[in-house]
């Protein structure tokens, strides 16, 4: 779980090639029996540097996302209509950097310098979901993330609860228990609005079709184009395709649209008797390429605030371990006063 | 102690989540001191009352066994059956054993 057994990992895996020239096939083997066993990788195992990497990858780009997931609905703050509102946005905005954290503290124990990777965020080095590069315009937008960008979370991330990288399936089990909050704050928002004017019917149909292609975007790639998926499923660090999951998602907001009294945008979209799936329209796929690749409506935006509030955080940073010092060194004079017989 | 931020210890976070139960291990987090390890732990593990109390260690403190499960350090209590009750053989008919 720290660092310090990372280190100790490195010392034993040296020792087991000392032992024996056939040390790293016998490690190998032992992995790929654990992990065909269903059972769980942790830190301090020996684990093949491709999963080590991939994994550090994959759980970092997925902690960048939720800490700058906290930007298009944090703008909503200072603008919620109720205190009500203001109260959960606050809560939401919250758990998002917590679920940023866990992620954070899974990654370190796989030997990943959480300050490094804050700067690997902040210097675009590493990615984070395309869906948080698109505006915020109206209050119902928020409601729209809580209902589609949530849910689709959720259908990312609890099969991810039985990874095979135990930490990380502990940070998804506490993070889905939290997300499931989100998900039903934003669509109880959403039949609230559905219930008063007109006007307000109109801004939560323009925030579903505004977010609907994005968010089926975030599944990723189709799995034709997927290029880690085999991979990552063999290591059991995705447990089903995109598309698997981008239909399970479709499968169960259509239902909860007709609930609502929206309309999702996509005219192809019905029902399937003979697959048991609804059919639809296939997302734009260069829209989704442009904006990973840096080009959406608010990349440079979200990018600049997360830099800046990592700039002016500095001073406190600073403050917080000059305190520090300061206490250490108070505490390491009281104990030479006290003398050998204190 | 020291003022860089990228120094600033690593601790684990333990917590109680109701009286009567054992602290467990939920997770590492950054701060410059034990007291501020403590806040940042209520902050980040105990938002929805998860915890009635919070140990948190700094991570270097802590002696670890060597990973693997099969490790002969475990062996010592491998082949010693007998310390388990199914060891041992007892007539059905004799009660409350």
């Known amino acids: 779980m720290s660092n310090v057994e990372v280190e100790n990992d490195a010392q034993h895996h040296a020792q087991h090639h000392a032992q024996s020239g056939t040390g790293e096939r016998r490690l190998q083997a032992h992995f790929d029996r654990t992990i065909s066993h269903n059972q769980r990788i942790e830190p301090r195992d020996w684990m093949p540097e491709g999963y080590r990497k991939t994994l550090i990858r994959q759980i970092a780009q997925h902690a960048h996302s939720e800490i700058i997931g906290m930007q298009p609905e944090g703008e909503w703050i200072t603008r919620a209509p109720s205190l009500r509102r203001k109260a959960i946005l606050f809560a939401k905005v919250q758990d998002e950097a917590g679920h940023g954290l866990y992620l954070y503290s899974a990654a370190e124990t796989l030997g990943a310098d959480r300050a490094d990777l804050t700067e690997r965020l902040i210097e675009g080095r590493q990615k984070y979901s395309s869906i948080f590069n698109y505006p915020t315009l109206n209050f119902a937008d928020v409601g729209v993330i809580g209902w589609f960008v949530d849910g689709a979370a959720i259908c990312n991330q609890v099969p991810l609860c039985r990874s095979s990288y135990g930490p990380y399936a502990r940070a998804m089990v506490r993070i889905c228990k939290e997300e499931s909050f989100h998900q039903r704050q934003g669509y109880e928002l959403l039949m609230t609005m559905m219930r008063g004017t007109e006007a307000q019917r109109q801004m939560v149909q323009d925030a579903v079709d505004r977010w609907w292609w994005p968010s089926l975007m975030m599944f990723g790639p189709p799995d034709s184009e997927s290029s880690h998926t085999v991979q990552s499923m063999a290591w059991r660090i995705k447990l089903h395709t995109n598309d698997e999951l981008r239909q399970r998602f479709v499968d169960m907001t259509v239902p909860q649209a007709e609930k609502l009294g929206v309309v999702l945008p996509d005219p192809q979209l019905r029902w399937n008797n003979e697959r048991g799936h609804h059919d639809f329209s296939t997302p734009d796929w260069s829209e989704l390429k442009r904006v990973i690749d840096g080009d959406g409506p608010c990349n440079a935006q979200r990018m600049a605030r997360r830099r800046a509030a990592h700039e002016e955080g500095a001073w406190v940073r600073e403050a917080a371990g000059a305190y520090a010092a300061k206490q250490a060194a108070h505490e390491a004079g009281k104990k030479r006063q006290e003398g050998p017989a204190g | ?97």
Do not use: C, Q
Request: proline share 7%.
């Open chain 2, 1 to 97: 102690m020291t003022r860089d931020r990228r120094k600033w210890p690593l601790y684990e976070v333990f917590i109680r989540g109701k009286r009567g139960l054992n602290h467990v291990h939920v997770g590492s987090l950054h701060a410059a001191d034990d007291r501020m390890a403590l806040t940042h732990a209520r902050d980040l593990y105990t938002r929805r009352n998860e915890g009635v109390s919070i140990w948190v260690v700094r991570s270097d403190a802590i002696t670890a066994s060597t990973p693997d499960e099969k490790d002969p350090f475990f062996a010592p209590s491998g082949d010693k059956v007998y310390r388990h009750p199914t060891f041992y053989d007892i007539p059905e008919d004799v009660p409350h054993i």
